[in-house]
């Protein structure tokens, strides 16, 4: 093994974020900057804030990770930053400056695909907990606020490749967790907030029917045709669902009520849980938890059945979605019932972070697959 410190950049979506990793398998320092109280009250991320809040972040974040890490911009081995998937204009922060070090330090600069990013987070954490005997192919699940994709990954000596055998039609799981709080007046990234107020709720009350995926994905290649090649295609879909939340709340006059939580929860400033659960009735409660049960059934059944099709030795979930408590919940136990292994981050590797691009670009910087100093941003980079 080569002994390499690499030094991970990532600003593809609202965190800006460094850290050092050692060799692809010791985290060493890890910062993330986060933009929560600035796209708070827009309800979501704004993208031109985004990338004014990056250029603002990214140099105390870098200095923050190397002293952190007792390394100097000269001592690490090379630099990793994003390419893409995510907002144009925040890579560019991370690029543009990744390149910058990289040319003024004469290290080498290596790019990685942000969903790459992800999945690597789980082999850093199993490596450093003394795990290098994963088995092979890996079914990995990529759940996040922009994906939600599955992905066949395979180490070819010290490069990967993946194959991409599934990912949503409409809205990402995670963009519905968001969507939905915003409807329900909960405030803004939903996800965090609908895992700790679901358990308040009955998960039962409120039934949710299973996403329909009845047309061939046009959009992906081949002419509409739902095979590539030989095999099948595991597609999700969460527009209907957040759509139906919208119809419950109608159809219940919810909107006085939701009104009103907005403006109390927006009056307290780090709201608790505490203060979510005095201002939901049980009504909300329960519709909170039935769409949670919904969404981690969905994704659970659709993630095992391509699992079982695919024949995988092993399953990864993994991005910030995989943070929810009863995802990982309902993973690991229908994932125990079919004798499947499953890993996934812990929380903090488990949203945005640096560590991951650092580890992803290990195998990179063993093959000495190095990016050009005049390589740019990928808002749609496919991951192969
Ligand atoms: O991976 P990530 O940090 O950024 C993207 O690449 O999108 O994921 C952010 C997404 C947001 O939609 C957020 O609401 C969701 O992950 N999320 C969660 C939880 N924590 C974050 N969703 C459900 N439960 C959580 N605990
Ligand atoms: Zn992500």
């Known amino acids: 093994m080569v002994n390499a ?53 990214i140099v105390p974040v870098v200095r923050q990770a190397l002293a952190e890490a007792d390394q100097t911009y000269k001592s690490v081995d090379a630099i990793a930053v994003t390419q893409g998937p995510g907002l144009a204009g925040a890579l560019l922060v991370g690029i543009s400056y990744a390149k910058a070090l990289a040319f003024a330090l004469d290290k080498p600069l290596i790019a990685v695909n942000h969903l790459e990013g992800h999945i690597h987070a789980v082999l850093l954490e199993e490596r ?31 490069s990967w490749a993946y194959e991409n055998i599934g990912h949503t ?53 081949g002419g509409g045709k739902e095979m590539e090649g030989e095999r099948p295609r595991f597609d999700f879909s969460y527009s209907g669902i957040k759509t139906a939340v919208l119809r419950y709340i109608e159809r219940h006059n919810m909107q006085s009520a939701i009104e009103a939580r907005r403006r109390a929860l927006a009056g307290i400033p780090k709201p608790k849980v505490e203060d979510f659960i005095a201002n939901c009735d049980r009504q909300t409660l329960d519709l909170v938890a039935s769409f949670q049960r919904a969404m981690v059934s969905d994704l659970v059944g ?23 408590n009863e995802l990982r919940t309902a993973f690991e136990r229908q994932s125990a019932q079919e004798g499947l292994p499953v890993f996934f981050p812990s929380r903090p590797l488990s949203t945005d972070n640096a560590a991951m691009i650092a580890a992803a670009a290990y195998p990179k910087f063993l093959a000495k697959d190095f990016a050009p100093l005049d390589f740019s941003a990928e808002a749609s980079l496919a991951l192969r």
């Open 302 to 324: 659709r993630t095992l059945a391509a699992a079982r099709a695919c024949d995988v030795a092993t399953l990864f979930v993994t991005g910030g979605v995989a943070a929810n």
């Open 169 to 221: 039609r409409d809205d990402a799981a995670g963009e519905a967790f968001d969507k939905v709080a915003k409807l329900l007046g909960l405030g803004y990234p939903g996800g965090p907030i609908i895992d700790r107020l679901a358990p308040h709720g009955d998960a039962n009350v409120v039934k949710f029917p299973p996403a329909q995926i009845k047309h061939p994905d046009r959009r992906n290649r």
């Open 5 to 57: 410190y690499i030094l991970g950049i990532e600003s593809s979506c609202d965190e800006t974020a460094a850290a050092v990793v050692r060799s692809g398998e010791q985290l060493i320092s890890n910062v993330v900057a986060s933009q929560f109280a600035t796209h708070k009250p827009f309800g979501g991320v704004v993208p031109e804030l985004a990338s004014r809040e990056h250029l603002r972040a």
């Open 128 to 158: 450093q907990k003394g795990n290098h005997e994963l088995q092979f192919p890996v079914l990995a699940l990529v759940v996040s606020g922009g994906h939600t994709h599955l992905y066949l990954a395979e180490r070819k000596n010290e």
